[in-house]
């Protein structure tokens, strides 16, 4: 009994070492190698899914899109506090700013985001992250070091084979679907829609906006250009009130009115350029990237900005 506890022992300890030691590597070289050449890039995308299947930064060539989908503030905070430490970096930022960006959407908190958000970003997370994301969610915290170890395996594999770990980070989805039918049907009925659940209140998330507001405080600090977008939308979804147009306005001009807010959720585009209520689909994404393209971002806050 002693040998086997022993042997055990031996096992679980060089378990224990490899993996810190995976997580360890797989941390260096993600640093180094999540952001990608931004060489050419004069603006950076962050944000959830809106805007990760808006822009096509193959077309609107001066951006770099690093969204992810259900991309909490917090991560898109943790992107941008790492890329402000390069030399050559993007002198703008596009943030997706909508409803369910700013109403207790679960995003950070739901023990199912915390385990497949930290396996991705845990490398540009330090110790106060860490610290926060426990306090928040201890459980759920501690239950994502196995996804945080599976991920840093699958990184390094990718890593070690030449492939770009870059789009782990975040990236361009060209969404390949359009369900409007489908989901004018179930909001008719009042059931569940099939891209995003609907805010139970309109209660601001705490998180939310402490990492929000961290954002604007690093875009200042470091003279970034900061543009809160909210991108385009279905009418049908912009006129249902459990979605909280009205009351996301009011939290704007409240607390807000001093950031530039590009307002694009109305820009008329035809059914056939979405994916969903709130998701442009691959047609969507080329029409709007190109807009984006053609004019500049002060040329369009002359016509979307919320003044």
């Not at 259900?70 to 402000?84: G, M, T, V």
């Not at 908190?109 to 490398?123: L, N, R």
């Not at 249902?240 to 306005?249: L, R």
Request: aromatic share 14%; charged share 20%.
């Amino acid at each position: 009994m002693n040998i086997f506890l022993k042997r055990l022992a031996i096992f679980l300890m060089l378990f224990i070492s490899l993996s810190a030691v995976m997580l360890f590597v797989n941390k260096s070289i993600s640093e180094d190698n999540w952001l990608g050449d931004v060489s050419s890039k004069t603006v950076i995308a962050l944000g959830d899914s809106n805007m990760e299947c808006a822009i096509n930064d193959q077309i609107y060539s001066r951006a770099i899109n690093k969204a992810a989908s259900s991309d909490s503030y917090f991560y898109s905070y943790l992107k941008l506090r790492d890329l402000i430490k390069i030399s050559e970096k993007p002198d703008t930022v596009l943030l997706a700013f909508a409803p369910h960006n700013i109403f207790d959407n679960g995003w950070l908190t739901d023990s199912k985001h915390i385990g497949s958000k930290m396996k991705i970003y845990y490398p540009l997370m330090e110790y106060e992250d860490f610290k926060y994301m426990y306090n928040l969610n201890p459980h759920a915290s501690i239950a994502a070091v196995p996804a945080m170890i599976s991920g840093a395996v699958s990184n390094l594999f990718q890593y070690a084979t030449g492939k770009n770990i870059s789009p782990n980070f975040g990236s361009f989805l060209s969404l390949d679907r359009n369900i409007l039918d489908k989901v004018r049907e179930l909001l008719s009925k009042g059931e569940p829609l099939p891209f995003f659940e609907m805010p139970e209140t309109f209660d601001i998330s705490v998180s939310e906006q402490l990492f929000l507001q961290k954002i604007i405080s690093l875009c200042q600090d470091n003279n970034i250009k900061l543009y809160l977008i909210n991108t385009p939308k279905r009418e049908e979804i912009l006129n249902y009130s459990k979605y909280g147009v009205e009351e996301f306005y009011r939290y704007y001009d409240a607390n807000l009115k001093d950031i530039d807010f590009l307002d694009m959720s109305k820009l008329q585009l035809p059914e056939a350029d979405y994916g969903d209520f709130v998701h442009l689909n691959t047609k969507g994404s080329t029409e709007f990237s190109t807009i984006l393209q053609k004019n500049c971002l002060s040329n369009l806050y002359k016509v979307y900005g919320r003044k």
